[in-house]
């Protein structure tokens, strides 16, 4: 067992950080939205499901571009106010072709910090949407 394994033993650190503070500290005041819990690398979808009534941000700088983001949630809720564009799910680092070609209709941003910045670009979206932006 290497020395951080037995620490975590030792200590009981939690596995997901996010998790341990919401459960812990229930009654702070925190902020939920825009640059918030819905931007926070650590929410899950289980936390989405477990604090429904909070105020969500489901748009731009929120959950929308949350790197844990996946196609999942986007049809688990597909009433929610999603951002497509920049700053939302053009600019997911999760974001691939198969998402892109379930919502061809969404307002996609090709551009800067849009999906032309995305790590997942590849030659065959570009030879696939040749006339986009």
């Known amino acids: 067992m290497?020395?951080?394994?037995?620490?975590?033993?030792k200590f009981k650190y939690p596995k997901?950080?996010?998790?341990?503070?919401?459960e812990t500290y229930p009654n702070k005041n925190w902020?939920?939205?825009?640059?918030?819990?819905?931007?926070?690398?650590?929410l899950t979808l289980e936390l989405i499901e477990k604090y429904p009534d909070k105020d969500w941000n489901w748009g731009q700088n929120g959950i929308?571009?949350?790197p844990n983001l996946?196609?999942?949630?986007?049809?688990?809720?597909?009433?929610?106010n999603w951002y497509w564009g920049q700053g939302?799910?053009?600019s997911?680092?999760?974001?691939?072709?198969?998402?892109i070609e379930k919502y061809p209709d969404k307002d996609w941003d090709w551009g800067e910090d849009g999906i032309s910045e995305n790590p997942n670009l590849t030659l065959e979206w570009?030879?696939?949407?040749?006339?986009k932006d």
């Open 16 to 22: 997901n950080i996010l998790t341990y503070l919401l």
């Open 88 to 90: 939302g799910i053009s």
């Open 64 to 66: 929308s571009c949350n």
């Open 92 to 99: 997911n680092p999760n974001l691939t072709l198969e998402w």
């Open 31 to 42: 902020n939920w939205g825009q640059y918030g819990i819905s931007y926070n690398p650590n």
């Open 126 to 131: 570009i030879e696939k949407y040749p006339d």
């Open 2 to 9: 290497s020395y951080k394994q037995n620490l975590h033993k």
């Open 70 to 80: 996946t196609l999942e949630w986007i049809e688990k809720y597909p009433d929610k």
